[in-house]
């Protein structure tokens, strides 16, 4: 296992050379999550003391005696009584008696009944294994459906696995939570409950702004009017694009009694020696006597001056 960081040797001030900044910080970040991952790696690989304990730590065999000695972690000896120091010519099989028989240096024979090694009543079911036997004596077993369980797994396994799952924890939290937010900003509720006045997405969300704009926009909010106190109560798009329709409205009709006017004056006017520039507000201007007629866009009224 390698070493995940390297120490940075912090400065106090006035010195710049270890500055508390992103980078600084993010190793340290980066370095206690990797050493929390390894903690519980080691923790979900780590062997208990009973188990390390009854483990073998050596074999030693007596080829005087043929005694097979095992020792054991926790200095526990077993020692195991065989007659293989007295095989000294050949083996051979019994195939009616199912018997192994050994031809000893003596002369004798030693005759080791196999025949109740492998029976049929000797296989159980496990809660993990099924085990089968075929009528020419083949014994098979197989793994039960979804028996496997986490002390069948290897130590590596599991601690990849725990890993996993606590991972998986975290990122289910940080959905939630994101979840959450998502739905503050959105419609300004957590979990459907109002966010508190000064958190994050109270009159700050999207239905929020959405409603604002609907009531510049129209004066009404999911289409029930604004209250009088209301900024936006006549004080919209709409209220005012009908007040442009007014205007204009009304300017049209002011347009049209003045060209009405315009043209009685220029029946009253006919014969005399008059020049029209359509340019200056309509004006009508007699050359001999200097009269100037024009006509007040505002009051619709004609009116003369005379120019000398």
Not at 84 to 105: E, H, P, R, S
Not at 235 to 259: F, G, L, M, P, W
Request: net charge negative; proline share 2%.
């Amino acid at each position: 296992m390698q070493k995940v960081f390297q120490r940075i040797n912090w400065q106090n001030y006035p010195s710049e050379e270890t500055p508390l900044n992103e980078g600084n910080l993010n190793r340290m970040d980066y370095a206690l999550n990797e050493i929390d991952d390894r903690v519980i790696a080691l923790d979900t690989e780590k062997a208990d003391s009973a188990t390390v304990d009854n483990l073998v730590k050596s074999i030693a065999v007596d080829d005087e005696t043929g005694e097979i000695t095992i020792t054991k972690e926790n200095g526990s000896q077993t020692v195991i009584q065989t007659t293989l120091n007295k095989i000294a010519i050949n083996f051979d099989y019994d195939y009616d008696t199912q018997q192994l028989i050994l031809t000893l240096n003596d002369g004798t024979e030693a005759r080791i009944d196999l025949s109740t090694l492998i029976q049929n009543n000797e296989f159980g079911d496990t809660q993990t294994i099924q085990l089968s036997v075929s009528q020419n004596g083949i014994v098979t077993g197989e793994i039960i459906l979804h028996s496997i369980g986490d002390e069948h797994l290897r130590t590596d396994y599991l601690a990849d696995i725990r890993l996993a799952e606590a991972h998986a924890d975290a990122s289910q939290q940080a959905a939630e939570r994101f979840s959450f937010d998502s739905e503050a900003w959105a419609k300004g509720t957590r979990a459907a409950e109002p966010v508190e006045e000064g958190a994050d997405g109270y009159n700050d969300n999207s239905k929020y702004y959405k409603d604002r704009a609907e009531a510049w926009a129209v004066g009404q909010t999911n289409r029930t009017p604004v209250p009088e106190g209301d900024e936006c109560y006549e004080n919209n798009s709409k209220h005012y694009s009908e007040v442009a329709a007014q205007i204009r409205d009304a300017t049209s009709a002011i347009r049209d009694n003045a060209a009405d006017l315009l043209q009685a004056a220029v029946d009253r006017l006919t014969g005399l020696n008059l020049m029209v520039n359509y340019s200056d507000g309509c004006l009508y201007y007699d050359i001999n006597s200097g009269i100037r007629l024009s006509i007040n866009y505002q009051t619709g009224d004609l009116e003369y001056e005379i120019i000398t």
